[in-house]
């Protein structure tokens, strides 16, 4: 008898689409060359989008949502990979049209997977997650476009969330004077523990923007895109640059050209889901060299599998703080 494992599979309905609790087994999966032993996966933004339905992430139905996980090989016919190695997958569209990490076993081309850095545990990797890794893409784009400590205040939104916490916790160790924008004033102490020199409330960039305002950043990452970009760039100092990865505001971009053609500033797209993989390797490396493990564990809260549903919710309504790590059972 086939071995089963628990998951979550969301199927197609005629109102829309079902996240329930099943037990699959491998020839549940999907095609791929690398079989790998979930220990861990983790929430994120697109996942809470998956699990609920309120956006149209999941394209392929019936899937396992959980765009990233990390755990061991149990089969692999990819040279790269031999069982037993430890892995850690973000994106290619895994969780949205391949069947991803809320499950026990997941099949996927290895061509997908990164070798689990060495001095991260699965359940390290997985607070880092696609959340981390994208908050370390979003610190290489600055950094490429010559961004140095010391150009002045960088501007970080969503900094309570997943993406902003670890952005802030990076920037600030690396030695920029880091600016947390935030909705939740109560999180003050908790961003000021990350590093954040200064605290800004996120309503100050809701409203629409005027082409250009006064200047007051060498640089920002944002997770909100909307009027709060908008916003942002009409305050980006002369020649700087904003790393813009998220829509946790609204997907709309209602600015105006003059930041760009006045001043310079430059408007720095980040993906994460399709990143190649030497981008990805040297994201993972600076991780491991740049990251404050006890910082990271601070940022991070772990829950069981049976709570993803609730939780999914709550990281749309912006009540996640931080990561959250989820344990996957055997
Ligand atoms: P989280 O939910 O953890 O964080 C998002 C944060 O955004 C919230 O905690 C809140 O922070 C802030 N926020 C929520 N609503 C608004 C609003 N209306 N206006 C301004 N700020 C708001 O999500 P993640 O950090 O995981 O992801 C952040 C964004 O980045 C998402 O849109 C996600 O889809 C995107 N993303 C993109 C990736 C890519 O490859 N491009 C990869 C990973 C994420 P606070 O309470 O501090 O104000």
Redesign the pocket.
Known sequence: MTETFPAYLISKTDDGQIAERRKLSTDDLMEGDVTVKVEYSA????D??ALTGKAPVVRRFPLVPG?DFAGEVIESANDRFNAGDKVVL??FGVGEVHSGGFAGVARVKGDWLVPLPGTFSSRQAMAI???G???M?CVMALESHGLTPGAGDILV??????????AVSLLARSGYRVV?????PE?QEY?TGLGAAEIVD?HE??GKAKPLSRERWAAAVD??????LANVLSQVNYGGAVS???????MELPASVAPFILRGVALL?????M?PLDKREQAWRRLEKELDLDMLERMTVEIGFDELPQAGEQ??A???????VVKIPG
Do not use: H, M, P, Q
Not at 157 to 166: D, E, L, M, R
Not at 269 to 273: A, I, L, R
């Open positions: 929430l994120n933004y697109k809470g989008l765009i973000n994106g997650g696609t959340a890794y994208t908050a893409l939104t969503g900094a309570a969330g997943g993406v902003g916490s670890v947390a924008s935030t909705g939740r999180e961003l996120r960039f809701s997770v909100a895109g909307g009027n709060t813009a990865c998220g829509l946790a505001d609204s797209g980040v993906d994460s889901v990143a990281i749309l912006g009540k996640i703080r931080g990561r959250t």
